[in-house]
């Protein structure tokens, strides 16, 4: 299982020439950064999501057919997994709030500064470092040799439901078993009839209403960390997407 750290990266702009600055910046951070898919909106930047499972995001705000904000708002459902940066140039506070709300990592103001832009990636990257050192040592105390695919299923099964609470990077996960992020979501899926992804969160939201139901002395804020929603906000939006009711209306019904 090879845990060497390539981290890709999809970067949407409408703007051309803008578009090709910042590639260019993030390619000049470090070698382990590596664009897979440039974007000119939101739609084309989801394919690219689907296409190249990426590690990160980097995205302005105001694009064409689908804007940052749609589009940061289907990652953190779909893809919770992938890191995301925002670089726009408008300052107004009310789009980084939204943009917080969607679990976004860094919020950078145009014309983008090198230096700004290099403290967010290496920030990220110790993150997804990280992650893969966990995910590693998880799995080679798990995994037998030769491992089928139907036991690669189960293995993942097992680290998501003992480390539902934890921020689990699945990109991460596929790296340790040398597998795409997208063919092991459909090798889940064969077994399971769910992707890892939508497992994960139905299992969160599952143990939420538990925690809603069995703990009225513990808070919102509480509960969205012991299932692994740290951001009360993000938690509370998420929970109302799934049952239709935020986590208070859902505790006094």
């Not at 909106?41 to 190249?52: I, P, R, S, T």
């Not at 680290?159 to 889940?188: D, G, P, T, W």
């Not at 299992?203 to 009360?232: C, F």
Request: no cysteine.
């Amino acid at each position: 299982m090879g845990n060497e750290l390539m981290i890709k990266v999809v970067v949407a702009e409408d703007e051309e020439l803008i578009l090709n600055h910042i590639i260019k910046k993030i390619q000049a951070v470090d070698s382990d950064f590596l664009i897979v898919g440039a974007a000119q909106n939101g739609k084309q930047a989801l394919e690219m999501v689907e296409e190249f499972s990426p590690d990160i995001i980097v995205t302005d705000i105001r694009m064409p057919v689908i804007d940052g904000l749609e589009l940061l708002k289907n990652v953190s459902l779909n893809y919770p997994y992938i890191k995301t940066i925002v670089v726009s140039g408008y300052s107004d506070f009310e789009y980084a709030k939204q943009a917080i709300q969607y679990g976004v990592r860094e919020y950078l103001l145009k014309p983008l500064e090198s230096e700004e832009l290099h403290k967010a990636l290496a920030k990220i990257k110790i993150s997804l470092e990280a992650e893969m050192n966990f995910l590693g040592h998880k799995i080679v105390k798990t995994a037998p040799g030769n491992t089928s695919p139907k036991e690669v299923a189960a293995i993942i099964l097992q680290f998501i439901r003992e480390n539902f609470a934890q921020e689990i990077n699945l990109n991460s996960l596929a790296k340790n078993f040398n597998f795409n992020a997208s063919y092991l979501s459909k090798l889940f899926k064969k077994y399971y009839a769910e992707t890892p992804v939508r497992y994960l969160l139905n299992l969160r939201i599952h143990e939420a209403k538990h925690l809603l139901r069995s703990q009225p002395e513990l808070g919102i804020k509480a509960i969205g960390e012991l299932v692994g929603y740290p951001d009360p906000f993000y938690f509370s939006r998420i929970f109302k997407h799934i049952t239709g009711k935020s986590p208070s209306e859902f505790r006094e019904q």
